[in-house]
């Protein structure tokens, strides 16, 4: 087997032979040390007949690792400076294809549909440009990719939102928007010491899966992330007040807001923080029948 990139020697010598600076404003902070590489692949369940998909591989970092362990990976790099490094650190893997883009421009189902057309089974693992975090794991939920799940490295105070409960101080639309496609979970904590620059906050690696059925049936996905969002805006504000000011729609019609929550027997004296997401899901729906006169 290969030397692991990951080491702090090897690292080093690395960035030297190639000159490479790193660029903040890209989240670049590269992992040293093969442990936690191989903890994060662990969580993965790969197979030789799992296709990865990898955001930022650095230069290679977690990328052999998958490479190693899944039959193909398939990684988004923004920056063109690592092309030339990913090229060299990672010529003893055939399986790694490398797309020069930035993942929020690309297209993910054609990639999915070009790339893995034999694969059943398909995959995020990565860690995340931590800048950006967010707009990377929604873009995979909202657009439906045909993943099984994100194996994924991210702030712990993002972790912590996305995993939170009803009724605590995390919990909130990020929360709902996750849990309503995903099972999650905190596979692991990750302390500063092992990057490269080392990031300013703790770390988490976060496991999500795809949940087989949503939790609660919904008529429009879209609006009930609209009514969670508006329900958290001002967070101490109950939820009538909250949407009446959130909803386009709850400007005009306070009565409409009200009559929705006597049809599902909701208190709007609650806050949003209170509502699990079935009770959002039915919140939305009743709003959505006001609204749609259905
Ligand atoms: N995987 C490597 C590791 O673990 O050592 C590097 C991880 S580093 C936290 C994040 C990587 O994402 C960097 O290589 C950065 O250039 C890349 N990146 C930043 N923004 C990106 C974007 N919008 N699309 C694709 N890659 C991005």
């Known amino acids: 087997m290969n030397k692991d990139i990951a080491t702090p020697v090897r690292t080093k010598e690395i960035l030297e032979k190639h000159g490479f600076s790193f660029k903040k404003s890209l989240g670049q902070n590269f992992l040293i040390d093969p442990n936690i590489l191989r903890n994060i692949v662990s969580h993965a369940d790969l197979t030789d007949k799992t296709g990865v998909i990898e955001i930022g591989p650095g230069i290679g970092a977690l990328t052999e690792h998958l490479a190693r362990n899944a039959g193909k990976v398939v990684a988004f790099e ?129 496991k999500l899966t795809k949940k087989a059925e949503p939790p609660v049936e919904v008529i429009d ?16 504000k109950t939820l009538l007040n909250n949407l009446q000011s959130s909803l386009p729609e709850g400007k005009m019609k306070k009565e409409q807001i009200l009559r929705a929550f006597e049809r599902i027997d909701i208190d709007p004296g609650r806050r949003g923080e209170t509502l699990s997401i079935e009770e959002f899901g039915k919140l939305s729906n009743a709003l959505y029948s006001e609204f749609k006169n259905l």
């Open 221 to 236: 996905e879209d609006f009930l992330f609209e009514v969670a969002r508006g329900s958290f805006v001002q967070r101490r």
């Open 78 to 206: 923004i920056d063109q400076r690592l092309l030339p490094v990913l090229e060299d650190t990672l010529s003893p893997y055939d399986n790694v294809t490398i797309i020069n883009q930035d993942v929020l421009e690309a297209d993910l189902n054609k990639v999915v549909e070009e790339q893995f057309s034999d694969f059943d089974d398909i995959v995020v693992v990565a860690n995340l440009p931590y800048y950006v975090t967010t707009p990377i794991i929604m873009k995979f939920l909202l657009g439906k990719v045909r993943i099984r799940g994100m194996v994924i490295m991210m702030q712990k105070e993002v972790a912590d939102r996305i995993t939170a409960s009803p009724s605590t101080k995390a919990y909130g639309s990020l929360s709902i928007a996750v849990q309503y496609y995903m099972d999650a979970e905190v596979s692991m904590i990750v302390p500063k010491t092992v990057f490269i620059p080392q990031p300013n906050v703790e770390s988490a690696v976060l």
